[in-house]
């Protein structure tokens, strides 16, 4: 190991909840720089959620991330001529940044009028454990339980 570890970015606390996670949220969902609008459409989805449920939105996405986060996933080895799906255990970083990756994905593919809607639909969706986001997640899982036996072969 030659170099060392790249410093981890401090991210400031978004405006309303005052929750580090919310900006990298917002940051993942942000195109061409425009963070402004990626945080109107995060926070316009949580008032559709919080007007649909009057529940708190802050707790319903945070329900959302945690049933979309994997625990697991398969990474490909090659081994003697032959490629094998390794499953591997996730670190709680990447755990986060995969689930907030797919739920934004998720929600863009989502039909609907407005990346706010779809967003709520979404996150809704996914805190009640269904949705295209959870779905992504059980397929991960139930692949890497399928290549199981390969696991001794672990990087």
Same mark, same amino acid.
């Given at each position: 190991m030659?170099?060392?570890?790249?410093?981890?970015? /401090?991210? #400031?606390p978004?405006?309303?909840?005052?929750?580090?996670? /919310?900006?990298?949220?917002v940051?993942?969902?942000?195109w061409?720089?425009?963070?402004?609008?990626?945080y109107?459409i995060?926070?316009?989805?949580?008032?559709?959620? %919080?007007?649909?449920?009057?529940?708190?939105?802050?707790?319903?996405?945070?329900?959302?991330?945690?049933?979309?986060? @994997?625990?697991? %996933?398969?990474? +490909?080895?090659?081994?003697?001529?032959?490629t094998?799906?390794? @499953?591997?255990?996730?670190?709680?970083?990447?755990?986060? +940044?995969?689930?907030?990756?797919?739920?934004?994905?998720?929600?863009? #593919?989502?039909? &609907?009028?407005?990346?706010a %809607?779809?967003?709520?639909?979404?996150?809704? #969706? #996914?805190?009640? &454990? %269904?949705?295209?986001?959870?779905?992504?997640?059980?397929?991960?899982?139930?692949?890497?339980?399928?290549?199981?036996?390969?696991?001794?072969?672990?990087?």
């Open positions: 030659r170099k060392r570890k790249p410093k981890k970015r /401090v991210i #400031a978004d405006p309303r909840y005052g929750d580090t996670m /919310v900006t990298q949220f940051n993942n969902m942000m061409e720089g425009k963070k402004s609008v990626s109107s995060f926070y316009d989805a949580m008032d559709k959620i %919080e007007s649909r449920t009057s529940e708190n939105p802050h707790e319903i996405w945070k329900k959302a991330l945690e049933n979309v986060m @994997p625990a697991v %996933e398969v990474r +490909s080895k090659r081994i003697g001529g032959a094998f799906q390794i @499953p591997t255990e996730i670190r709680p970083a990447r755990r986060l +940044s995969i689930g907030m990756k797919w739920v934004i994905r998720f929600s863009r #593919a989502r039909s &609907g009028k407005g990346m %809607e779809k967003l709520s639909a979404e996150l809704l #969706a #996914a805190s009640k &454990g %269904e949705g295209a986001a959870v779905k992504r997640r059980e397929d991960t899982h139930r692949m890497a339980e399928a290549n199981r036996a390969f696991a001794h072969f672990k990087a």
